[in-house]
């Protein structure tokens, strides 16, 4: 059981490149999300999803796609790259009814850095 | 809507000794918390979670917090630290009608020799 998985683990970009930030986690969990790091700021939601073809947007989406086709992954879509869009990233997941539902797991992290 | 704030960006203690890592939040509805763990260069991990029952909860390492509902308030102590316990921690609400998170800044728990 891998649990959350995030590849890459290190990314450099330059301004107005696009890339796409893998998450796929293998527990069969109906909920998914990203969430930006930031030094002070905790973390915010960019986009989530509750089920294969149903997204939605977070606190911070500007910038990013992200689209569910499958239960297991939820891909980040980086549009055109901006220095703003420094940070690290996380993905995460749980199961969205009852109880057990509300805890989150989460990846390892990808660390971004837009020049 | 709701908002978490923790109060402190970062608590320096002495290894064994005890520490308070404080938690307020705001919430026009019942809510469910949590307190994940950083450390350093990994994910978040969860710590431990209120979702109903008896207000003192246990969590791994030693941890527990309390939830307070008057004071809107789910602190975590430990009443003796280590130098492992050096850390990132972050306080979570959920409500009880929506699936996110809203959270924390984070308090950095840093152990003195």
């Known amino acids: 059981n891998a649990g959350v998985t995030q590849t890459p683990k290190f990314q450099v970009l330059k301004t107005g490149q696009s890339m796409t930030l893998q998450c796929a986690q293998d527990?069969?969990?109906?909920?998914m999300s990203w969430y930006r790091q930031d030094p002070g700021m905790g973390l915010r939601l960019i986009h989530y999803?509750?089920?294969?073809?149903?997204?939605d947007q977070g606190e911070v989406p500007n910038g990013y796609n992200v689209s569910r086709s499958t239960t297991e992954d939820f891909p980040l879509r980086l549009l055109s790259a901006a220095p703003s869009q420094t940070s690290v990233y996380f993905c995460?997941?749980?199961?969205?009814?009852?109880?057990?539902?509300?805890?989150?797991?989460f990846g390892p992290g990808t660390r971004l850095t837009v020049l | 809507a709701q908002s978490v704030t923790q109060l402190d960006s970062q608590v320096p203690v002495f290894e064994e000794a005890p520490v308070e890592l404080r938690c307020n939040y705001s919430?026009?509805?019942?809510?469910?918390l949590f307190w994940y763990v950083q450390y350093p260069n990994q994910g978040l991990q969860l710590l431990l979670k209120?979702?109903?029952?008896s207000t003192l909860v246990k969590g791994i390492n030693g941890f527990e917090a309390e939830f307070n509902k008057s004071q809107t308030s789910f602190h975590l102590r430990k009443p003796s630290v280590h130098i492992s316990d050096t850390a990132e921690y972050f306080c979570?609400?959920?409500?009880?009608?929506?699936?996110?998170?809203?959270w924390g800044a984070g308090t950095k728990l840093i152990i003195k020799p």
């Open positions: 995460a997941s749980s199961y969205s009814r009852g109880l057990a539902g509300f805890e989150q797991f």
């Open positions: 527990m069969n969990h109906e909920y």
């Open positions: 999803s509750v089920g294969a073809g149903i997204t």
């Open positions: 919430s026009s509805v019942s809510v469910y």
């Open positions: 209120y979702l109903s029952g």
């Open positions: 979570a609400v959920r409500a009880n009608s929506n699936y996110q998170l809203i």
